[in-house]
Nanobody, 124 residues
Framework: QVQLVESGGGLVQAGGSLRLSCAAS????????MGWFRQSPGKEREFVAA????????YNVDSVKGRFTISRDNAKNAVYLQMNSLEPEDTAVYYC?????????????????WGQGNQVTVSS
């Protein structure tokens, strides 16, 4: 059974940083596409970043603007999202997801397993 457990969210002031972690069990993260999505109240779930087999990485350039970095630690079987220069518009529930293949890209429907979500709140 695949489980994704997120941690690292919280409350931060604008301009601050947070690092989200996603610990996986039942699946080797290096072999599958891993993604981060976020959802704000009243909005659709939005793609943030993805990392696939090898060195494949994709960002939602419009929303993260070079401020976020996705990474993976194969030894810990975990994926991370480093978020810098946070803005109030980044406030959302952030979800870690695991795709069905080595590269799933930005489509939420391509991801098979999801974490429980982790609240990130950025105050102005």
């Amino acid at each position: 059974q695949v489980q994704l457990v997120e941690s690292g969210g919280g409350l931060v002031q604008a301009g601050g940083s947070l690092r989200l972690s996603c610990a996986a069990s039942g699946r080797t993260v290096s072999r599958y596409s891993m993604g981060w999505f976020r959802q704000s109240p009243g909005k659709e779930r939005e793609f943030v970043a993805a990392i696939g087999w090898g060195v494949s990485i994709l960002y939602n350039v419009d929303s993260v603007k070079g401020r976020f970095t996705i990474s993976r630690d194969n030894a810990k079987n975990a994926v991370y999202l480093q978020m810098n220069s946070l803005e109030p518009e980044d406030t959302a529930v952030y979800y870690c997801a695991s795709g069905e293949t080595a590269w799933a890209g930005r489509g939420a429907s391509e991801y098979e397993y999801w974490g429980q979500g982790n609240q990130v709140t950025v105050s102005s």
